[in-house]
């Protein structure tokens, strides 16, 4: 074999490593961000989807104040009982004087919006990791298709958890 078909070859051969290493080290980075967003959704999320068992309610946000808010709890399913004073988490799913249905989180004082407002809002931290992990995939992947399906999911999915916490 002459040696310039050798050099040819030996580039070539380098050139497809290099795209394998791309290819592996983009894909593992869009694999962490997805798995970092349903990571970040699943500890509200499990409360809200896996309601057997748990107890369930309405609260009447009687105050905010740093970055919770509270209110009485009055149960709607047999076997909770009434409490005078539960914790929310206070974003943009939680106004003051309003009542929303809640799941009680096991074991403590603390409740998560329940319904489908509920399980849009706790699922966005996916629709934003799907949104940046849809870069990852156009620019280091160089799969565009399946970027923008990544992309148009997470757009969909904060979208609509923003109408519906409204």
Same mark, same amino acid.
């Given at each position: 074999m002459p040696a310039a078909a050798r050099t040819a070859t030996g580039r070539q051969g380098a050139r497809t490593a290099?795209?394998?290493?791309?290819?592996?080290? &983009?894909?593992?980075?869009a694999v962490v961000i997805l798995i970092a967003g349903v990571w970040a959704s699943w500890?509200?999320?499990?409360?809200? &989807?896996?309601?057997?068992?748990?107890?369930?309610?309405?609260?009447?946000?009687?105050?905010?104040?740093?970055?919770?808010?509270?209110?009485?709890?009055t149960p709607l399913t047999a076997g909770s009982r009434a409490r005078a004073s539960v914790v929310i988490e206070e974003s943009v799913a939680v106004r003051k004087g309003r009542t929303y249905t809640v799941v009680m989180k096991p074991d403590s004082d603390e409740v998560?919006?329940?319904g489908p407002a509920g399980v849009l809002y706790a699922w966005v931290p996916l629709g934003g990791?799907?949104?940046?992990?849809s870069v990852v995939v156009a620019g280091g992947l160089r799969r565009t298709r399946v970027a923008w399906a990544m992309a148009g999911a997470g757009a969909l999915l904060l979208t609509s958890a923003f109408v519906a916490v409204q």
């Open positions: 290099l795209r394998f290493g791309q290819f592996a080290a &983009m894909g593992a980075v500890g509200t999320a499990q409360h809200v &989807m896996l309601t057997k068992g748990r107890e369930s309610g309405t609260v009447l946000v009687t105050g905010c104040g740093g970055e919770t808010c509270t209110g009485p709890y998560v919006r329940s990791a799907l949104l940046l992990a």
